[in-house]
């Protein structure tokens, strides 16, 4: 049972698009939505994430918009630049004393020059 | 570049083999949990280990183990390996196990099964 779902699978943009990347969720028990980037031979790395109780964050070109009724969270990318271009993964994950986030199926974003 | 390490970059095995997979922790952290990542999926969570005991389990067979040492290294053992466990393993320490903005993945041992 896939309770993240990510698309698009893949998206192509050229420099300066504005890349949107969308999930949905299941469970209403999640209380922390984060995005990560993940770079070829690297692991992921925390991007910017989310708490319910706002529906909306700006991290220098990285906004999420969130909407708690539709169980639903968006990461755009401004100003797309062609060091963009990598995998991004969203997750969420339950309260509780272990971190333990679900993470998406990712998202394939190139960016053109 | 995360202070997490991990060790060997690249490995090839045939099935019904066992690997061992080690994880040094960032600096100051005592927690390391090991994640499964696919050909094109996100990071599967397999388990926790926070200061040497087992701190949650994912959806993982008893034949994925593992060990955290007093140093707060870590290891993941896989026996019988099957094909499917070809996959890139991820370890991400952290200062405390239930801290989000602050775990860190290393940069994952690529597995392949033949």
């Known amino acids: 049972q896939q309770q993240v779902k990510q698309s698009p699978q893949s998206l192509i943009v050229q420099k300066g698009g504005i890349p949107i990347i969308n999930c949905a969720y299941e469970?209403?028990?999640?209380?922390?939505f984060p995005w990560y980037q993940q770079f070829p031979g690297k692991g992921p790395a925390l991007l910017i994430a989310i708490r319910p109780d706002v529906s909306e964050k700006k991290e220098g070109r990285f906004t999420i918009s969130f909407n708690k009724s539709a169980k639903q969270f968006s990461l755009h990318i401004m100003d797309s630049q062609p060091g963009d271009s990598a995998t991004y993964f969203c997750?969420?994950?339950?309260?509780?004393?272990?971190?333990?986030?679900?993470f998406g199926r990712g998202t394939s974003l190139i960016v053109h020059p | 570049e995360t202070g997490v390490t991990q060790s060997p970059t690249h490995l090839i095995k045939t099935r019904g083999q066992q690997v061992t997979l080690r994880c040094s922790s960032q600096s100051g952290h005592n927690t390391v949990s090991w994640y499964q990542q696919a050909l094109g999926q996100g990071p599967q969570f397999i388990f926790q280990?926070?200061?040497?005991?087992?701190?949650g389990r994912g959806n993982f067979p008893p034949r994925f183990s593992g060990l955290q040492f007093p140093n707060y290294s870590s290891e993941l053992n896989v026996n019988a390996l099957e094909l499917d466990d070809s996959a890139l393993y991820l370890c991400?320490?952290?200062?405390?196990?239930?801290?989000?903005?602050?775990?860190?993945f290393g940069p994952g041992t690529r597995l392949l099964v033949l």
């Open positions: 997750a969420a994950s339950n309260p509780g004393g272990s971190y333990i986030p679900t």
């Open positions: 280990y926070y200061r040497e005991e087992e701190n």
């Open positions: 469970n209403t028990a999640f209380d922390y």
């Open positions: 991400a320490s952290s200062h405390l196990a239930g801290e989000r903005e602050t775990q860190y």
